[in-house]
């Protein structure tokens, strides 16, 4: 290899190198406004791998279940979430990881103190750049507050209908 040879190939490399560090830079960009994207959701947003793995939670759904990334984020689903219903979120994901499709379902997890959770949530397989799935993204959307509310309507509305009632037999009492 003479000179000139060895110095085309140190510019070519060097070329390729700044593409791909280029290429690294625009990633950490996309990495960081979809982490951001995930952080400002209300909803619980999890990934959970072929082999039931908890990968990633953000921290809404940290925030909500109660959890610190240290202790699920890495884990088994089975080991991450100590009470069953709450591992629901791991058959699920296996389900749509299993079947190559959407899975939509219910979810309630008891809590320590107060009321439990109600969430709607779906599943969704996740490929990779091979289309292979290898994981499932679940977003789990917490129905607890409104669902509460609605409880609280049907209550007004029932004792607005027995006021009526009430009044209704005053009147007819009163005219008979």
Do not use: C
């Not at 951001?36 to 039931?52: E, F, M, P, Y």
């Not at 959890?67 to 591992?87: I, K, M, W």
């Not at 939509?104 to 997890?109: L, P």
């Amino acid at each position: 290899m003479d000179t000139q040879e060895f110095w085309d190939d140190y510019q070519h490399l060097k070329k390729e190198v700044s593409k791909l560090r280029d290429s690294e830079s625009r990633l950490k960009a996309i990495r960081a406004r979809y982490r951001s994207i995930l952080n400002t959701a209300n909803d619980i947003v999890a990934v959970i791998d072929r082999n039931g793995k908890l990968v990633e939670m953000n921290r809404p759904g940290l925030k909500l279940l109660g959890l610190s990334t240290d202790a699920v984020v890495g884990y088994p689903v089975d080991e991450a979430f100590q009470d069953d219903r709450a591992r629901e979120i791991g058959r699920r994901a296996a389900e749509a990881i299993s079947s190559n499709s959407e899975i939509t379902f219910d979810w309630t997890i008891p809590q320590f103190a107060g009321p439990a959770l109600w969430l709607t949530a779906k599943a969704a397989p996740v490929e990779d750049e091979t289309r292979r799935i290898v994981a499932a993204v679940v977003v789990a959307r917490n129905l607890t507050d409104m669902l509460s509310l609605d409880e609280d309507l049907a209550q007004a509305q029932d004792l607005i209908a027995d006021l009526r009632r009430r009044v209704r037999d005053q009147i007819d009492a009163a005219q008979g």
